[in-house]
């Protein structure tokens, strides 16, 4: 090993696809989740000669929305941008994109500045895995797309991970786009140079990312591999490399292409936008339709609940987030009474997560929403309210729990039904202290000789006859006055 130090440099380029009725510039449908190839197309993005693109509004919108929540500067002048090469799922020859007019500029996410963040079209998706022939389905082409890029600012393989995981999860509260990086709705590219002197290395870019964990362990392999080449005295040369997720590795594609490649020029068939003058485009009008985000979210929930949440669960309801409403909506039926709270935190992250993850082990988080539809957040607070007045041992609440998770219902009349009400009522309990006092003598004299731990036992004998729905400490309190009598 060499003495030298050399320090990781790291730049994402995010595309995501924007969640809009139709397409950037026609009106085809935009549904990511048909599967029927070619079936959402008309000329304009099919590429016909004649045919004239349209601004999608909401598309440019949703950009804008990122860009204040970003606290990025908006623009007020801005137009697109004809991107042209020849590729078969390009049907115009070229893309509309934006050049040197983004939408936004600057902002910053998750302590990573941004560099710009603008709108184009999606291409069309090929296919190559059959026969001797490609495929090309034209669904995706023309569908509106977000690019975001970062400055050369993230330092490591596990912040890259975390600022792609942050800008999924604002897109996703922010509504504009649905992110899922398994269906290609967010790709991300990864620019990775090291250096050992204060100037930038040569920068690679690595493509096909389409899981967090690959944009991890990308960039790492790639951090390593460039170091390897700058130790046995090579250069790193500037490219576009792929990542194999099967193999592990970065692969070389093509030697890295020039902005002035392209060609780029303002599209004549776009007008230009004045942003500013579009009333609906204002920052303060933007600004009222943008809900509470991730780090508001983390900081209130934070502050409401102090110790009483643990950081990673707290996390579980930042980001799933009809998980984090449903416990909102808990707590709002708690009416103020706090001391409820706790005992809910503990049975919707472990006892709900737990019965849903054995239904659907990790992706519970897509399934969650159908929860409520069962278990109202009203009913899910009338169970925990038991469990905090003791009307319900903790057994007999997973017991309800479990019913109302598969069949819905009042947890107090299943409760009752399932016989799990705490029997408080002195006279029945009193009869099977009797019983288990004369069936047990020696745990009794044991106790009697000062061993506390037989008391346990009698009250486990006391929970068995009565099912688990005696109260415990109730039963505990019998049996001491019992021996002591
Ligand atoms: P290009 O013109 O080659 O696309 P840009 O300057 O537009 O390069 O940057 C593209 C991306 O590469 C940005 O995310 C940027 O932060 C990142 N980047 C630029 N220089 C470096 C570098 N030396 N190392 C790592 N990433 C870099
Ligand atoms: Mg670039």
Redesign the pocket.
Known sequence: MSQKKYSP?????IHAELKTLTKMFCNSKNDPDEQKPNVNICPVCMGHPGTLPVINKEAVKHVLKVGVAVEGELADFTEFDRKNYFYPDIPKGYQISQYKYPLVKGGTLSGVAL?RIHLEEDTARSGHDEGDYSLVDFNRAGLPLMEL?????IKSAEEAGTFARELQLLLRYLGVSNANMEKGEMRVEA???V?DTDT????V?VKNLNSFRSVERAVRFELERQIDVLESGEKVIQETRGWDDGKQVTFSQRA?E??HDYRYFPDPDLPKLMISEIPEFASAALKKEIPELPREVRERLSTSYGDKLTEENREIFVRVIPFGNYFNAVISAFAGEKKHEKIAINYLTSDLIGLMKKDFGDSWEEEFAKVSTKISPENFAKLMRQVGESVISSRGAKDVLALMYKDGGDPVVLAEKAGLLQKSNEGELSEIVKTILQANPKVVEDFKNGKEASLQFLVGQGMRATKGSANPAMLATMIRESIAK
Not at 149 to 153: G, N
């Open positions: 440099t790291i730049g994402l380029e560099t890029v970062t400055e050369p600012v620019n990775i140079s250096s930038f290395g040569t920068k870019e890295k020039e902005s």
